[in-house]
């Protein structure tokens, strides 16, 4: 068993063609619009709210991800019985835990971001030399 194995083996199921808890946990964080769409729907927002405060995203693409986060709980979709009818978005309890357990890496991030900065431009330096 390699290092790796022996790491992810507590974490993983026991089905050996089926992912574990954090294989999914992170496949679902590591979309790139994942994070900022949970971070904006902290309040209740309708589609063009949202569409209007995330910078640099597709209709469709914003369509598929909050499908995407409600199908795994995460956002919480409520049509009013308006008319016309009026959807909003919210995250959801598991949607803020995620958020709140991010916390930690988000801070992480930007404490060492000068450093990571710093190392990249010392290895491509070196590369050119």
């Not at 309040?43 to 405060?53: A, H, M, N």
């Not at 357990?101 to 000068?114: G, K, M, Q, T």
Request: glycine share 6%; hydrophobic share 40%.
């Amino acid at each position: 068993m390699s290092l790796r194995d022996a790491a992810v083996a507590p974490l993983s199921r026991n089905e050996p063609n089926r992912p574990g808890a954090l294989e999914e946990a992170l496949d679902r964080v590591s979309g790139k619009w994942t994070i900022p769409i949970l971070s904006a729907v902290r309040r209740p927002l309708r589609f063009t709210q949202l569409e209007r405060s995330m910078h640099g995203i597709s209709r469709r693409m914003l369509t598929l991800t909050l499908r995407s986060l409600e199908r795994d709980g995460l956002v919480v979709r409520t049509v009013h019985p308006t008319v016309p009818p009026k959807v909003e978005y919210v995250v959801s309890g598991p949607g803020q835990e995620l958020l709140d357990s991010l916390a930690p890496l988000i801070a992480w991030a930007e404490r060492n971001r000068p450093l990571v900065e710093g190392a990249r431009c010392a290895y491509r330096d070196r590369d050119v030399a």
